[in-house]
T-cell receptor, first 114, second 111 residues
Framework: KAGVTQTPRYLIKTRGQQVTLSCSPI?????VSWYQQTPGQGLQFLFE???????NKGNFPGRFSGRQFSNSRSEMNVSTLELGDSALYLC?????????????FGPGTRLLVL | AQRVTQPEKLLSVFKGAPVELKCNYS??????LFWYVQYSRQRLQLLLR??SRESIKGFTADLNKGETSFHLKKPFAQEEDSAMYYC?????????????FGGGTRVLVKP
């Protein structure tokens, strides 16, 4: 099976702009989670989608949003970008997210906000 | 709130020596604990989880609820074990995949 794919892999934006990142899960996987990774804060959970519904949410401002499509592909959007949003954004997929199954991570999208 | 602490940012050992990565957590409920590993230029991947009680690549970890710890151990480190290791926690049997990660420990195994 093909692994989790994320596009784009690298992105440069300026403050105030918005950005959309995409994640394609492993075929058959219905749960997609998003994480932000920074040197200062480490890996932090953003949100999780399952069957097109947000199931879990982390402690991020409303500028961070996401959605999931019927084919389980997911997008996350960050509006009004700030310098502190510069990070590696990882997505992970699992078959059902009922607990116990393995999450598979993508390679990440590296976002630089200037 | 749940929190995972990995006190060592860097662990340097010689090949063949034992290695132990510390992980402490604070969580009021029943936790499910994981160790994830990221080798150079590779993706983050699951190494092991406490409910499986298995040994992967020679690594073992025991959940100690009294000490709220989930230390990762390997009796004889190999050069290919050099990587970044993350301890993570989620609510046991909770639906969904909301993981809380520790800050990570970089392991360097010297020849």
């Amino acid at each position: 099976k093909a692994g989790v794919t994320q596009t784009p892999r690298y992105l440069i934006k300026t403050r105030g702009q918005q950005v959309t990142l995409s994640c394609s899960p492993i075929s058959g996987h219905r749960s997609v989670s998003w994480y932000q990774q920074t040197p200062g804060q480490g890996l932090q959970f953003l949100f999780e989608y399952f069957s097109e519904t947000q199931r879990n949410k982390g402690n991020f401002p409303g500028r961070f949003s996401g959605r999931q499509f019927s084919n389980s592909r997911s997008e996350m959007n960050v509006s009004t970008l700030e310098l502190g949003d510069s990070a590696l954004y990882l997505c992970a997929s699992s078959s059902a997210g009922t607990g116990g199954e393995t999450q598979y991570f993508g390679p990440g999208t590296r976002l630089l906000v200037l | 709130a749940q929190r995972v602490t990995q006190p060592e940012k860097l662990l340097s050992v010689f090949k063949g020596a034992p290695v132990e990565l510390k992980c402490n957590y604070s969580y009021s409920g029943s936790p499910e604990l994981f160790w994830y590993v990221q080798y150079s230029r590779q993706r983050l991947q699951l190494l092991l989880r406490h409910i499986s009680r298995e040994s992967i690549k020679g690594f073992t970890a025991d959940l100690n609820k009294g000490e709220t710890s989930f230390h990762l151990k390997k009796p004889f480190a190999q050069e290919e074990d050099s990587a970044m290791y993350y301890c993570a926690l989620k609510r046991y049997k909770a639906a969904g995949n909301k993981l809380t990660f520790g800050g990570g420990t970089r392991v360097l195994v010297k020849p």
